[in-house]
């Protein structure tokens, strides 16, 4: 964040303020031939109807699965308030249980909502996650009435008292999303509020690229993606030129490794971050985390590579389980601690 745009701001109302689709997840462990039968794109987010989520939960039936609150934006979010500072999150979801459990989990961890989250007829969105082996995971969103998040659900009065801004590149699929987030960015920059966005998923660069670049306009602070993403945005196969063309839009950019770490680019020049060694079982949400940790590395005064090597403890702490967040508040704060020694 300059300083020119900043001074004399008042302390932030909250640390963060994100915006993105409100998932609930069904989580299911399953083998390769299960998603070859039914066409699924390994290792990436696809977009369906409910009549194929309903096929695939048939056909789920008799396995045992876990339901937890999802969504990239506000696994972040919730990233960012249980290592100890403070989110707002905007989304839309049905006045349905599902919407009441994922309002209630954001709100038993302490995030705040826009007022008319919850106030829809409809379906809640959800997201199928099929986890392979490798733990690899396969996402099979439906998006219900997320697919109508729009300008109604931005609370430009906590915007403009937040620290930074948090945008998922999932909204770029959506033209009501779209529309919201391109306003949410220039509100962003209207109010000097420092904004970041996350490519989200190669799926999201090869399809909706115009979307993504109307999304990132001129440039944001923070550009989060991960390897597949950098390399399908510069449409090369060799990360240092897509490096130069990312540091074109984000003035610091964290693209993640998977198990080799993270690389940092800021200030002109880019850095690898190791990652740390573990055995991974679910690879769903590590992004999401690596993102709060380093938006909360930079928050508390961490340099650059320091966040991104934060944002990789956090995500190997986060495939060691099943699911895309730690289980409790209490989580994020022992991973605080634990860092301290790293």
Not at 39 to 52: N, S, Y
Not at 146 to 175: C, H, M, V
Request: net charge negative.
């Amino acid at each position: 964040m300059s300083a020119d745009r900043t001074a004399g701001r008042s302390p932030p109302i909250y640390d963060v303020y994100g915006v993105g689709n409100a998932l609930v997840d069904m989580e299911y462990r399953v083998d390769d031939t299960f998603l070859a039968r039914h066409d699924i794109a390994k290792g990436h987010m696809t977009l369906v109807e409910e009549a194929f989520l309903n096929r695939l939960k048939d056909d789920l039936s008799e396995r045992p699965h876990e339901r937890m609150s999802g969504g990239s934006a506000a696994n972040t979010v919730m990233a960012i308030q249980g290592f100890g500072g403070s989110a707002l999150y905007s989304c839309k979801v049905a006045s349905d249980d599902v919407g009441r459990h994922f309002l209630d989990d954001l709100a038993s961890a302490g995030v705040a909502t826009n007022a008319n989250a919850g106030t829809s007829d409809g379906l809640t969105g959800r997201c199928i996650v099929l986890v392979t082996d490798d733990a690899e995971r396969s996402m099979n969103t439906f998006l219900g009435v997320s697919r109508s998040l729009g300008i109604a659900e931005i609370d430009e009065a906590a915007l403009a008292g937040a620290g930074s801004l948090y945008i998922e590149g999932y909204l770029s699929a959506q033209p009501p999303g779209l529309t919201a987030a391109v306003r949410t960015r220039q509100l962003a920059d209207e109010f000097a509020v420092p904004a970041a966005v996350s490519l989200s998923d190669p799926s999201m660069v090869t399809f909706f690229r115009d979307e993504l670049e109307r999304l990132l306009g001129n440039g944001v602070h923070w550009l989060f993606c991960n390897e597949e993403e950098a390399l399908t945005w510069a449409g090369t196969d060799r990360l240092d030129l897509a490096i130069a063309e990312l540091k074109d839009i984000g003035r610091a950019c964290f693209i993640t490794l998977g198990s080799r770490g993270s690389i940092s680019v800021a200030n002109g020049s880019s850095r690898e971050v190791a990652g740390f060694a573990v055995e991974a079982i679910d690879t769903t949400g590590a992004g999401d985390i690596y993102a709060g940790a380093c938006l909360h590395g930079l928050r508390v005064g961490m340099a650059e590579p320091q966040a991104a090597r934060f944002g990789n403890y956090a995500a190997a702490a986060l495939v060691r389980q099943y699911g895309a967040r730690l289980r409790t508040t209490a989580d994020y704060r022992q991973l605080v601690e634990a860092f301290k020694g790293h």
